[in-house]
């Protein structure tokens, strides 16, 4: 079910539509918020925008990573996939 929230985010609020509950989505603003400060805290004194388009980088960066990490896992599963199958077929 589509739900409209509004939510604050870098000191704007914004109504967005979502399928998210409430609270996932408040788990994603708050890691959003947690990269904004530590952004801040190496770059003081960086206007908005930048500090936007570093929050975007820094997430597009643990996106890929994560998706590099679930690939290299999704294929040792089907090396030992295809080692128990060969085990298997030893057995009968």
């Given at each position: 079910?589509?739900?409209t ?44 925008l ?35 199958e ?7």
């Amino acid at each position: 079910m589509e739900n409209t929230l509004s939510i604050e985010i870098f000191g704007e609020i914004l109504q967005i539509k979502t399928t998210k509950d409430k609270e996932e989505l408040r788990e994603v603003i708050s890691h959003i918020e947690e990269k904004k400060k530590e952004i801040e805290k190496v770059y003081p004194s960086l206007e908005p925008l930048k500090i936007a388009i570093l929050v975007m980088l820094h997430l597009a960066d643990e996106l890929f990573t994560y998706r590099k990490w679930l690939k290299d896992i999704q294929k040792k599963a089907e090396e030992i996939e295809f080692e128990l199958e060969e085990e298997i077929k030893k057995l009968k």
